[in-house]
DNA sequence: ACTATTAATATATAAAACGTATGAGTCTTT
DNA sequence: AAAGACTCATACGTTTTATATATTAATAGT
């Protein structure tokens, strides 16, 4: 069988052309660079050089022969290399999910930073809700998610790692808009417009529970599934939301965010990841995050 | 030092994912695969494989370290076979040096042929006298040539591959040409013109011989390098010429081309080499050029 | 809980690569 | 022309390395 060793010796005689000088380069004796030599030469069918007792001459084959070696080489180096960045997370593969709102706020930096350091990891990144992450996390489908916590999944970690303050998202004209912050209280006879239950426990109950300390339940005239439409739906008149501030960032015209006069509850945004399912990129990713985030 | 057993090894249990059947398809115990990965690992720096006591997946580096460890088994069977071919002499550079009259009769079907036989072999051409030839040849800057014989370098070979008659080459309009063939006596008053002795002297002293043999010195008026040269002064009526006889592929205007009533003198075309300094390419010419002319 | 399966470990054996000493042929020098 | 230096090949003993056998540890499935 060829080995490296074959190549590597042989390499080493072809540019020194005396078997000599090739063995001390190669920190060995002379007789046994001869021997492995012949031993390739036997295992090729074919001679690699002219003997003349005296003098070495590459052949024609032998040249050819040389070129590929050296390639051969070179290639082992790189993929050793290429490996040992993979093992580090450098390269390789990042499914990425996240909820909608989290677009706006921690999510385009971080991906930013991410590329920065790790341009050859390629990512791939889908808008999912919080419950969708958790099924393709267990189904391997991703390798981490921007999330509304909680979930109630004990195999799956995860770490919040942006606060945000709730606010309310008015049409413009609404007799409200005209105050500078808004109590619950005021919001009690108004249309509300959710996340589905399913969809986002997380945030649905925050909203529920916050009206519920203002002594009212809210009435819920419709649900959305993004962000995006709930502010439309806000827009087109349709009824209230209360919703994270970083929303504000889609600038939707027909639509003012007010704060609430009570001390303020915060919606986060976590991140979740399967603790047995960390490859280097992710471990990476996760460590990256936590740097920027703390 | 990683050998090219170790990406084998490798390759079989990445492909397998399990050690059992791996070690069988490689003819071998399980044990000694297991410490030869191993060993992989420790000289890449990374671990390959996940292995929970039961089962074994890859890592992220050693899928990255798969599709390479692939690719080098590739390349060394390819760099095997390049090499066999090249002691073939089925792929390689060969330089052909050529009279210019030859390029009329034996050169245009050898070089068809063999191009045939050997599409990956690189034909350089080059259009040189008898004596430049020889002096490349020498020099290592050409293989192979094709001459008018005879040359006096003893370290040389020559074979004549051709033989073909002389024939006189008249403007249209000279009194001779109204004969179906000519003799030699009739040449005596004539203006000749002739290669320089330098360039062809096996032709340039046959032409000499001749008239002596019928008793005159002939004329010379003019020396010209190329045959096409030669058949243009004669056109232009500056005098007569003896050439060979494949020299009428011409097809030149104004020129016409009489047998001599003398026993035809032959002029010779012959394959010239040197000996020491074959290559598998130039042997497989010479072979080929030998059985198609014998 | 038991059995079959799988990879790792320990030890021994076989193979191989390697080094030293030597030889044979060639080129250079005097 | 003879002697010496140089270079690659050969012979043989030593060391290193790869491999096989036997066994253990651990896990998954019944």
Redesign the interface.
């Known amino acids: 069988?060829?080995?490296?060793?074959h190549l590597?010796y042989f390499v080493a005689v072809a540019e020194e052309l005396h078997f000599g000088r090739a063995a001390e380069r190669l920190h060995m004796a002379q007789p046994p660079l001869s021997q492995q030599i012949r031993q390739l030469e036997e295992q090729?069918?074919?001679?690699?050089f002219h003997r003349t007792k005296r003098r070495v001459t590459l052949?024609?084959?032998?040249?050819?022969?040389l070129d590929?070696?050296q390639?051969?080489l070179q290639?082992?180096e790189?993929?050793?290399e290429?490996?040992?960045?993979?093992?580090r997370?450098e390269?390789?593969q990042l499914a990425i999910g996240f909820v909608s709102s989290a677009t706006y706020n921690v999510l385009p930096m971080i991906l930013h930073e991410f590329r920065d350091r790790f341009p050859q990891v390629n990512l791939t990144l889908r808008e999912l809700t919080t419950d969708q992450q958790v099924r393709w996390l267990a189904e391997n489908r991703l390798d981490v998610g921007f999330i509304r916590p909680p979930i109630d999944d004990a195999q799956l970690k995860t770490q919040v790692i942006l606060q945000e303050p709730l606010v309310v998202a008015l049409p413009v004209h609404h007799p409200l808009a005209a105050q500078a912050a808004i109590s619950l209280r005021s919001l009690a006879g108004e249309s509300f417009i959710l996340f589905p239950r399913r969809l986002a426990p997380g945030l649905y109950d925050q909203v529920i529970s916050l009206c519920q300390s203002a002594d009212f339940s809210p009435k819920v005239v419709q649900e959305a599934i993004q962000m995006q439409t709930i502010v439309s739906l806000v827009a087109a008149r349709m009824g209230v939301a209360i919703v994270p501030i970083s929303i504000q960032h889609l600038g939707r015209t027909g639509v003012v965010y007010r704060p609430l006069q009570e001390p303020t509850p915060q919606a986060a945004i976590a991140l979740l990841w399967h603790p047995d399912k960390l490859?280097?990129?992710s471990q990476q990713f996760l460590a990256m995050v936590n740097r920027l985030t703390h």
């Open positions: 069988m060829i080995e490296f060793r590597r090729l069918g074919f001679q690699l052949t024609e084959a032998g040249q050819v022969f590929h070696s390639d051969l290639q082992l790189r993929a050793v290429s490996g040992r960045q993979a093992s997370g390269v390789g490859t280097p990129v």
